[in-house]
């Protein structure tokens, strides 16, 4: 799905959750959404707004989102809190298979050719719950509040040699084996 399909959704639709066979009576096995509302369990300062399309393929979902809002982050240099544009413009097949739950053993491995999602033909796809692992996913690993920033410095009392007190017994016995050592 490019983003001109994406933009021109003429349905508004808003978020819920799709029942799958429901979709196949769907004009062109498709539902057309727009998203303007809080995800659960996301913590945002805006709305995240975008579109999203779900087609039934037959034996697959394909799923094309774009989105975005604000988020606020926290810097992992100088520990400041600052707000971060999230965006996401992603697509996804979805399997749809009935799984086997008997028989599986406990423990098993996997083949990397055997990740994949999957959802039973005849279950739901929950779109806000998509919506909200995808977004999580495009956090960023390393927040930084930007280029320039510095290493939060402690700020020590009058003497810069100050120890804090969660490290005295290891500084007691760092002076105890250099007296050795002498």
Not at 131 to 149: F, I, N, S, V
């Amino acid at each position: 799905m490019n983003d001109e399909q994406l933009n021109g959704i003429g349905s508004e639709k808003m978020m819920e959750t799709i029942y799958i066979p429901q979709l196949l009576k769907a004009p062109e096995k498709k539902e057309e959404m727009a998203i303007k509302e809080f995800i659960s369990g996301l913590e945002t300062l805006t709305p995240v707004k975008g579109r999203m399309v779900v087609s039934h393929g037959g034996n697959y979902l394909e799923i094309a989102a774009k989105a975005e809002t604000i988020v606020t982050l926290s810097c992992d240099r100088c520990l400041q809190q600052y707000n971060y544009r999230l965006g996401i413009n992603t697509s996804e097949l979805i399997w749809l298979e009935e799984e086997k739950l008997e028989n599986l053993p406990l423990e098993r491995e996997v083949a990397v050719e055997e990740l994949s999602e999957t959802l039973p033909p005849n279950g739901y796809f929950e779109t806000e719950k998509w919506l909200y692992e995808q977004l999580c996913l495009a956090l960023p690993m390393r927040q930084l509040c930007g280029k320039d920033c510095q290493v939060a410095v402690p700020k020590t009392g009058k003497n810069k040699q100050e120890i804090d007190s969660r490290w005295a017994s290891l500084e007691a016995l760092k002076k105890q084996l250099s007296k050795n050592e002498l």
